[in-house]
Every structure is written in structure tokens, then in C-alpha cells.
């Protein structure tokens, strides 16, 4: 997420909550992606014993590592609980379900051997900070493998809202080369990373939307504006929108970005000290 343009977490969290129910009727994106990294982890042939799914909404990964990694541990971490909840594996001894922010990850340094996160980055606010995260909680040779959409994704939303109002109502994603940046930044190792251009073709704008709503990928910006005087906005939004059909089509183009990189040495930055917290005496 581009600084400025900053994401309302309990906003975030709410629609997840909603789209819970039936999110796995609507995730035919988020499975395009995750058979992707899927392929790509066959040909890196790790062998993790713990495994964190990062922003893992109804755990449909957890299927593939299972049958994948023998004896492997998953923990499901996710923003909703609701998510978290209607786990497509939720009974397997396992696997653990956590709740918890993406970049406030409750586990302990250098402790998982391989972290995947499927189109989550899109919903971060500070992906340097989430990065570092990554980076402490990532093993020594541990891989992070992830997706993330590129700045070249719905550029037609985006203009067909840019002549309706000033408002922001489609994230800026962040370019594939500054992800590699931060990965290095960040103390993570050779990073990798690749695009693919994907177009999704709609009838009609209703469909659209019940993909965006059904997914939870409708605006949560904060400077999104003031959405309860907002209907007629919305109706020249459609209207903008349609006037782009091409063969009667809308076409959703989208920048997939796949990438991964490697867990490196602890280094404590020279700013910081660590110290036993039991060591610290009431007064």
C-alpha cells in the first residue's frame, strides 16, 4: 500500500467477516494464484516442518501442505475470525487457527520454516514493517513465497471512477521492483519475482461487483469519502464502466506478481538491545 493511501483494518476485518459464508464459491482468483505458488514450490522442493498461511481466509492451502509435507504443523492466520471459522480443514489435528494482524504476527523469532501469503500484501499498510516481520519470524533457510497484485490491476475501475470524484476507491498496489527492494531491505535473501498479466471478462457490471463484495475486496480506503450520499457516484461509476465494454465485455485486467526469498541470520539493528522482561521490578 502506497503511503497516503491507507487501509481502515476494522473496515478490512468487517468485510472479510461478511463474505465469510461464501467465500469459496467466489475465490476462483485467489485459487488462480494459489495453484501458481503451488507450482512453484515443487520446483524449490523445501521440506518445512512449520508452515505459517498468512492471510490464509478459509485455510484452502492447508489441504495441499498436508498432503504435500509429511508430519508438517500449519498455522492459519488470518484478520477474521469468521474466516478462521469456516477453515475448509478446521478439525485436523495439525493445524492451528490464529487471529491476529498480519504485521503484528503473535509467534516467536526465527521459528517457521516456510510462510506463504496468497494475495494478502494488497492489504498491508506498511510493507516494510510487514516485511521485517517476516523476516523475524522466518528461519534461517526458511522460505517466504507470496503473491501480490502490481500497479498495472484494475486500471479501468480506476478510470471510471476518476471523472465521478477526487476520492481514492481502488488501492494503489505497489510496483514488483520496489517489493524486491524491500525484501532486501528487510534482511531477507535472493529474492525472486515474476509477473503475469491476467484478463477476467464480465457480461455485466453485477457480476462484478458480487466477485469484488463476495471477496471482501470492496474499498476500504480511508479517504474513500463519504459513501452514505454516494448512490448517484455509483450509478455514473456503472455507467462510466459500461461505456468501456469492449464485445460487450468488461475486461478486469490484473498484474499478478509472484516472488519469494529466503530467511537469513538474526542481525540486531545497532539501535536496539534486548533485555529479560522478568527482570523488570514493580515499583
Known amino acids: 500500500m502506497i503511503e497516503g493511501d491507507q487501509l481502515i483494518q476494522k473496515d478490512v476485518r468487517r468485510k472479510f467477516d461478511r463474505c465469510a459464508e461464501d467465500f469459496i464459491n467466489y475465490d476462483f482468483f ?3 494464484c494459489r495453484e501458481n505458488l503451488f507450482e512453484r514450490l515443487e520446483l524449490i522442493k523445501v521440506q518445512p516442518e512449520i508452515i505459517l ?15 504435500n509435507y509429511n508430519d508438517c504443523n500449519i498455522i492459519n492466520l488470518d484478520l477474521s475470525n469468521c474466516m478462521l471459522k469456516k477453515s475448509v ?66 486500471n479501468n475501475l480506476k478510470m471510471a471512477w476518476s471523472t465521478v470524484d477526487d ?50 475486496a470492496r474499498n476500504s480506503l480511508s479517504n474513500r469519502g463519504n459513501h452514505l450520499r454516494g448512490k448517484n457516484k455509483f450509478t455514473k461509476f456503472k455507467e462510466n464502466l459500461s461505456a468501456m465494454k469492449v464485445d460487450g465485455l ?15 541470520d538474526s542481525q540486531m539493528n545497532p539501535n536496539e538491545f534486548h533485555f529479560d522482561a522478568s527482570k523488570i521490578t514493580k515499583r
Request: glycine share 6%.
Open 30 to 32: 485467489h485459487a488462480h
Open 53 to 67: 498461511n498468512l492471510g490464509s481466509a478459509v485455510g484452502s492451502g492447508s489441504e495441499y501442505f498436508i498432503e
Open 89 to 154: 480443514a478446521i478439525n485436523n489435528k495439525n493445524i492451528q487457527h490464529v487471529q491476529a494482524f498480519a504485521e503484528f504476527q503473535p509467534l516467536l523469532n526465527s521459528s517457521v520454516d516456510l510462510i506463504f501469503a496468497n494475495l494478502l500484501m494488497p492489504w498491508i499498510n506498511n510493507l516494510s514493517f510487514f516485511l521485517h516481520e517476516i523476516k523475524r519470524v522466518l528461519k534461517k533457510d526458511g522460505l517466504f513465497i507470496f503473491t501480490s497484485l502490481g500497479p498495472d490491476s484494475l
Open 167 to 216: 476520492n481514492n476507491h481502488v488501492n494503489n498496489f505497489i510496483d514488483m521492483h520496489i517489493i524486491g527492494d524491500q525484501l532486501l531491505n528487510a534482511g531477507l535473501e535472493d529474492p525472486v519475482l515474476d509477473n503475469e498479466r491476467l484478463t477476467i471478462n464480465y457480461k455485466n457490471i453485477n457480476s462484478l461487483i458480487d466477485d469484488l463484495t463476495n471477496t471482501g
Open 250 to 264: 468488461i475486461n478486469v485486467e490484473l498484474e499478478i506478481i509472484y516472488g519469494h526469498a529466503w530467511g537469513a
